[in-house]
């Protein structure tokens, strides 16, 4: 892995996990009142287009950070469904 992917990685490592702690704050209090449902969905959208482009690149860094914070995307989308 070059040093750009490093990088790239550890960029994309930051930007993922600035969702845990609002994942964390939705699913420890059961209020999600203040979250907007349809910018997560928003965001889930851009997040599988930025997993395709990953895959057609090639890029761990692309990938992995997307899968994840997909992830905590959708936790948070059932999260918001559950305490509606």
Do not use: C
Request: no cysteine; net charge positive.
């Amino acid at each position: 892995m070059g040093k750009i992917e490093i990088l790239g990685l550890i960029a994309a490592s930051l930007t993922t996990a600035a969702f845990i702690p609002q994942v964390y704050k939705a699913w420890r209090y059961k209020s999600t009142k203040d979250i907007s449902i349809v910018m997560y969905l928003i965001l889930l959208i851009g997040l599988f287009l930025w997993i395709i482009y990953g895959i057609y690149h090639r890029s761990i860094p692309i990938l992995f950070t997307n899968i994840i914070t997909s992830l905590l995307v959708i936790l948070m989308i059932g999260l918001k469904i559950k305490h509606k």
